[in-house]
């Protein structure tokens, strides 16, 4: 079996999250072959997976990337993020059980003292497009880094009150270890789809509040349409629109973040997150005794 995740320039602690909690809930699971592809968490259900091989699908979701992937009997469905990927990709909507990072309950033994009021977790591309880092100083909330290690982003998470969060798994992560959170939208919108269909598999009354650009450049991607080509063409003029304005843009975001950590934050039910839990673990379960027969 193969583990699949996204890869980006950098780490980002959503899609590293399968490296770290996979091997701990399914221990000498993955053996690198090729002609089985492990879907866990992420927005990885693609068109391009390879057509042949087998395709176990763990909590995977659809985020609109490519175009939906076809479904045959290559694929093996334990369950996806929520109702809008199934309905995405063409299968029964009771299915749409939660993001698999919600096994993090599993996962998480010891929890630290509260250490920080107000924190504020960037999606992983505003590290390198924005000065959250500085934002967040101005406004007197601890910055999460979201390229950090997955421990550490962990227990940076445990160790606040409240969670301010314009990464999906910020808010997904908060919510499964019952730390209060607040949902940014985010800056550039096609990381927008993705988090209402894990909301709605928890019946979140999903609220996302505006968050300020932080500097020029995210200032630039997120008043221009044009998804992904824009970015990377508005990218490639980083060096002149990062800084232009650095002041403002870093003194308007740090009032948008102030105003966030005083909106009322969000939780799913406890009944709720521990149904999801359970299924999940019923499936994983289910994909142990699977795999024990082959």
């Not at 999460?144 to 421990?151: G, K, S, Y």
Request: proline share 7%; aromatic share 10%; charged share 25%.
């Amino acid at each position: 079996m193969q583990m699949y995740y996204y890869k980006g320039p950098s780490p980002n602690f959503g899609d590293e999250l399968n490296a770290w909690m996979w091997p701990r809930l399914l221990p000498d699971f993955f053996d690198g072959r090729a002609n089985e592809i492990f879907l866990g968490i992420g927005s990885i259900l693609f068109d391009f997976h390879p057509q042949h091989s087998r395709k176990i699908v763990f909590g995977a979701g659809y985020g609109g990337y490519t175009a939906p992937p076809r479904i045959d009997d290559s694929w093996d469905f334990y369950f996806v993020r929520g109702p809008l990927t199934a309905r995405a990709i063409g299968v029964d909507e009771k299915l749409g059980v939660g993001d698999a990072a919600i096994l993090l309950r599993s996962c998480i033994e010891e929890r630290p003292a509260k250490r920080y009021k107000a924190s504020f977790m960037p999606h992983w591309e505003s590290t390198f497009d924005g000065d959250w880092r500085a934002a967040c100083a101005a406004a007197h909330l601890h910055y999460i880094d979201p390229c950090a290690p997955v421990e550490t982003v962990l227990d940076e998470i445990l160790a606040s009150e409240l969670v301010v969060t314009e990464a999906m798994h910020g808010a997904i992560v908060s919510d499964a270890l019952r730390v209060p959170w607040v949902a940014a939208r985010p800056i550039q919108r096609q990381h927008h789809l993705k988090w209402q269909d894990w909301a709605d598999a928890l019946q979140l009354d999903l609220r996302p509040l505006p968050l300020q650009p932080s500097t020029g450049l995210e200032a630039a991607m997120h008043w221009l349409p044009g998804g992904r080509q824009m970015t990377a063409r508005l990218r490639r003029r980083a060096q002149f629109l990062k800084p232009a304005g650095a002041e403002f843009f870093r003194d308007g975001a740090a009032r948008s973040l102030r105003e966030l950590a005083t909106a009322e934050p969000s939780l799913s039910r406890d009944s709720v997150i521990e149904h999801a839990h359970h299924v999940m673990l019923d499936q994983l379960y289910a994909l142990k005794l699977c795999c024990a027969k082959h």
